[in-house]
C-alpha cells in the first residue's frame, strides 16, 4: 500500500536515491524545461519534514526500505489530479501498477473525477498504466525554435490581430471556444463539462497572460494565445475554434511579437496538427512526444432505470 511521506522516511530516502532510476512521469511545466531528472534527495527530504508539503506525497515500503516515491494533487480545481512526479527502483519496477492503481483512493477521497498523467512516448510504464486503469487521451509533441525572432520573419507582413486580454468572465467563452476546437473523443476523457475543464488546465509558466481574438459579427472567441515567460524562453499555446477562418501563421506571429530574440516553445497536441505544420513550415524543429493517459473516478449516469414508489393514502 501506498502511503503519505512522512518525517520518518527521512533516513531511507538517501538509499533510495542510490537505487532509484530517473523520473517516469512530468507535469507540462517540466516537459517544457525538458531532460529527466534524478531523484531529488535534498527537495523530498524537505518535504518530508513539512507538514503541509508531505501531504502532496506517497512512498510505497517493502521492509523499511522506500520502493517509489510520487507526487501527486489537483491541477486546477478539485476535479482533476495529476501524477506530476514518480520515482520507482530499479530493481522494483514492478510495483509501478500497484503504485499507479492505489493514488486512486486519495484523489477519490478528496473528490476528483480524474487522474492525469504525461508519459515520454516509448515509456516502459505505458502498459502498466493501462493496466491500472490510465487510458491514453492523446499524445503531444514539444516544438521549439532558438530564437522567436528568426521564425517569426516570415509572416512580418501578417496582419496584425486584435487581442483582448481575458479575464475570469470570460470562462464560458473559453470553454465554448474549447468545446468547438477539442475533438468529443478527447473531451470524454478529459473534461466534458465546464468545472471538470477548468479543473484540468495546466499552467507551465508561473505567470501567464491569457489573450483573445473574436469575431467582429457576434463577439464570439474565435481564438485564445497563452503566453507565459519559462527559464527555456516564451512559453505560448494557441486554441483556435475549427470554424474560425483565422490564419494560423497570423497567430503564430502574435504569440511571438515581442518576444524579441528568445528561444520559443510550445507543446502541440496530436489533434492540432494544423499548427503543428504551421510551425515546421516557419522553422520550429519537433522535440519529444508524450502520451496524456487520464484515469477516470467518476463516471457520468447515461440511462435512468425505473424504480417502485409507494403511494401514500
Known sequence: MIRHLHPTDSPALLPFKQRSGPDEVCSLAQAVKGGRRSFPLFKYTSIALSPRAWQSCWVMTRRAAVQAVMRAGSRSGPFAWELSELY???????????VLE?????????GARRIFLRLRQGSELFEAARS?????AYSETL?????????ISPTADAPELELKPLEE?????????YCSAVPIDVRS?????????????????RKQRQLGVEDQRNGALQAEITLGEVAGGRYF????????????????????KDASD?????????YNEKLAGALAEIGFTAGDSYDVMVKTLAVPVTETVPGLARLAR
Open 88 to 98: 520507482l527502483a530499479k530493481k522494483n519496477r514492478e510495483v509501478a501498477g500497484e
Open 102 to 110: 492505489q493514488l486512486a483512493f486519495p484523489a477519490g477521497t478528496s
Open 132 to 136: 491500472a486503469g490510465y487510458m491514453p
Open 143 to 151: 516544438y521549439r525554435a532558438e530564437s522567436a525572432e528568426e521564425v
Open 169 to 177: 468572465t470570460d470562462q464560458h467563452a473559453l470553454f465554448r471556444l
Open 189 to 205: 476523457k478529459t473534461g466534458q463539462t465546464l468545472d471538470e475543464w477548468s479543473s484540468s488546465l495546466e499552467h507551465p509558466a
Open 237 to 256: 499555446s494557441i486554441l483556435s475554434s475549427k470554424d474560425a477562418s483565422l490564419d494560423t501563421g497570423d497567430l503564430i506571429a502574435s504569440a511571438l
Open 262 to 270: 528568445k528561444p520559443a516553445l510550445t507543446m502541440v497536441p496530436s
